[in-house]
């Protein structure tokens, strides 16, 4: 799958993941290769501790729409217990040294591998998403995370100033403290990842809330790492983001808040940390644009069909993907053409059991997701666009019948049209055409957001020009869906402050200290 | 009747006095943005600090409680400005930190476009006539 390496997709297609079984058995079940324990506490200070008021709630598979285990309901006082444990960490944490460190990371990084496919199993289970995903880029990319964070912390140098012949300053990173931090459902493990694995790497201790849609496979996979990492260290608190998650970025004794979501949240957040006058990480959604230019269907190549696949990666991960290429924008002299085949190539995408390694999309991630995604159909159609595929509910049987399945979809329509600036997060495409390349730059940027964008073209100085004059954090180029560590990710305007997936997230997670040293051996001359 | 943008339909406006109870007066901030964006927060007054940046677009009217303000950015409220808001209730789980997740519940909302006398009513500036090069900001 391209989002790990750069290899043809279409090798993906082909050829399903050379073990395991074709259909995985659901987790617990006769055969699986994982099982969720019945209910899962706190993880705080190394230890599973239950929740101070006593209450757990339901974890649902958005597979069958059943639940399929129970969670901690946490509230402040269990978010004041995990603080308390990372702070009793931090001071002999953060006198660790940067090989010690990056050894845990590499550890968590192998034992990952070693389980990858009973962890890439549950996720599906959790999240609704299709097991090739998690198998093939969920995983893998979480397990390079952590190697990445432990070469870049061994690779971080500090600095040294010269102000004068006498006079030095030493710049040395710091790490802040306890820092909290709130994932999102969409990608739980590798969210949790992207955020744990810088912080862990600059010396931080971590208190980190799951999102309440998917608190489960963070907790299978902790069970499997949990040894490797001292305690107090990583603390986990479960529960809602009002009784568990306004409590932790409210909380006056960390030092930065991470979080990934949406925009009212985003502020609530900023507004918290501006009590406490605390730096904030947000990562929060698009309205990304797909630009296809009038050289792409030039020829009906190999590239043309990779730019197919292109314009289809609106349905990859159900359309819950903060980068989603979620508008397409199609040179009105290819227009027909184009998006006849790519309207082709969408029908064909094979929606099933998320836990059938040929199966392309899966389940949205919960049932208001999913009647979000209905509403937005409605407000499409009411809008005026053009239905051109899907558009409903998808009924798959069985025991799927109970589980959260859109038709891939795609609207026809204009810019100004809500279905156009509204992010849905679900496997519906806002199609539009473009006259020129002024045109196309003017329609990608009438938005809200800056996160992610793509752009095709077979003329490079036109990839180049059009890539600078988006305003977003990045900017595909002849590809899209790709996440590896080193490249930098995050957003301009609305979608939110930083950069993750890169060493600069370091720098997120550290303070600076400066040393101003003389060494001079008299006076300065003043008194 | 006087003409509204905004309207709660009765499981909602029954959450509502539910959640009041427990938490006291409420208002909505309408969402955007990737996850759990696209829809309504509701918080208990005084959670959320609302600024210039912000379009009060009016209060619900729910019998027995305070009336619920809803606010949604400016920038939002652009495009929003023809639509007519009813908030509603589902099954869900959760979502940032809206009031009403714990209870298994979310609400959500339903759009429709305002008829011409509604947006005459409203005094909204009149939409582009069909097929008029939308608006870009």
């Not at chain 1, 845990?104 to 962890?119: H, K, Q, S, Y």
């Not at chain 1, 999102?211 to 529960?239: F, R």
């Not at chain 1, 809008?383 to 051109?388: E, I, M, P, Q």
Request: aromatic share 10%; hydrophobic share 40%.
């Amino acid at each position: 799958m391209t989002m790990y390496a750069d290899a043809p997709a279409e090798k993906a297609e082909e050829t399903p993941p050379a073990a395991g079984p074709q259909v995985y058995a659901a987790p617990g079940a006769e055969g699986s290769v994982v099982s969720y324990k019945p209910r899962y506490d706190h993880f705080i200070g190394g230890r599973y501790v239950p929740p101070a008021e006593g209450q757990y709630f339901d974890d649902i598979t958005p597979v069958t729409g059943k639940p399929f285990t129970e969670m901690a309901r946490g509230t402040a006082k269990d978010v004041d217990a995990a603080v308390e444990a990372g702070w009793k960490a931090f001071p002999s944490w953060s006198r660790t040294s940067p090989a010690e460190r990056a050894l845990m990371l590499t550890r968590i990084a192998d034992r990952m591998e070693a389980n990858l496919e009973a962890i890439a199993v549950a996720e599906t289970w959790e999240n609704g998403k299709p097991v090739r995903e998690t198998l093939a880029a969920d995983i893998p990319l979480a397990i390079d995370h952590f190697r990445y964070f432990a070469g870049a912390l061994r690779a971080q140098e500090g600095g040294v100033s010269e102000i004068d012949h006498d006079t030095i300053a030493y710049h040395f990173h710091e790490p802040l403290g306890v820092v909290g931090q709130i994932i999102p459902w969409n990608f739980p493990i590798l969210m949790a990842t992207w955020k744990l694995a810088p912080a862990l790497a600059a010396g931080n201790c971590v208190v980190l809330k799951p999102a309440e849609q998917t608190p489960a496979s963070i907790h299978l996979l902790l069970d499997l790492i949990k040894d490797l990492i001292p305690a107090g260290v990583l603390n986990i608190v479960n529960g809602f983001g009002f009784e568990a998650g306004a409590p932790l970025a409210s909380h006056p004794r960390i030092r930065k808040i991470a979080f990934t979501g949406e925009t009212t949240t985003g502020r609530l957040i900023m507004q918290y940390a501006s009590e406490n006058l605390i730096p904030v990480t947000l990562e929060l959604g698009g309205k990304s644009p797909n630009i296809f230019f009038e050289d792409v269907a030039r020829e009906h190549d190999a590239f043309y069909e990779k730019a197919q696949e292109g314009f289809s990666f609106f349905a990859l991960n159900q359309g819950e993907v903060c980068t989603c290429p979620s508008r397409a924008l199609v040179a009105k002299s290819i227009y027909d053409g184009f998006v006849g085949d790519g309207v082709e190539r969408v029908k064909r995408i094979k929606q099933g059991n998320p836990l059938d390694v040929s199966t392309m999309i899966g389940a949205q991630a919960s049932n208001d997701q999913l009647e979000k995604i209905l509403s937005y159909m409605d407000i499409g159609t009411q809008g005026g666009a053009k239905l051109l595929t899907g558009g409903e509910r998808a009924d798959l049987g069985g025991d799927l019948t109970g589980g959260y399945y859109v038709q891939p979809t795609i609207f026809e329509g204009t810019n100004d049209m809500r279905i156009f600036q509204e992010e849905i997060f679900g496997p519906v495409l806002a199609l539009t055409s473009f006259d020129g390349f002024d045109d196309a730059i003017s329609i990608a940027n009438d938005t809200l957001y800056g996160l992610g964008a793509g752009v095709w073209s077979r003329d490079g100085s036109q990839l180049y020009r059009a890539g600078r004059a988006i305003e977003a954090g990045r900017v595909w180029c002849n590809t899209y869906h790709q996440y590896p560590a080193h490249a930098a990710f995050g957003g301009y305007k609305q979608s939110g402050i930083g950069r993750e997936n890169h060493k600069m997230m370091l720098d997120h997670y550290q303070q600076t200290k400066n040393l101003l040293v003389s060494y001079a051996e008299g006076p300065m001359g003043f008194f | 009747m006087v003409a509204s943008k905004i309207d709660v339909t009765p499981a909602a406006a029954d959450m509502l006095r539910s959640l009041a109870a427990k938490h006291g007066p409420l208002m909505f901030h309408q969402s955007g943005g990737c996850c759990d964006g696209s829809s309504p927060m509701c918080y208990p007054v005084g959670m959320f600090r609302t600024g210039a940046s912000d379009v009060h677009l009016g209060d619900l009217d729910v019998a027995g409680i305070d009336p619920v303000a809803v606010y949604m950015s400016a920038s939002q409220y652009e495009l929003w400005k023809f639509t007519h808001i009813t908030i509603d209730l589902v099954d869900g789980r959760g979502s940032g930190f809206s009031v009403e997740a714990p209870e298994g519940k979310r609400f959500l909302i339903r759009s429709r476009m305002l008829t011409d006398a509604e947006v005459a009513e409203l005094g909204i500036e009149p939409r582009f006539a069909l097929g008029a090069q939308p608006l870009r900001r």
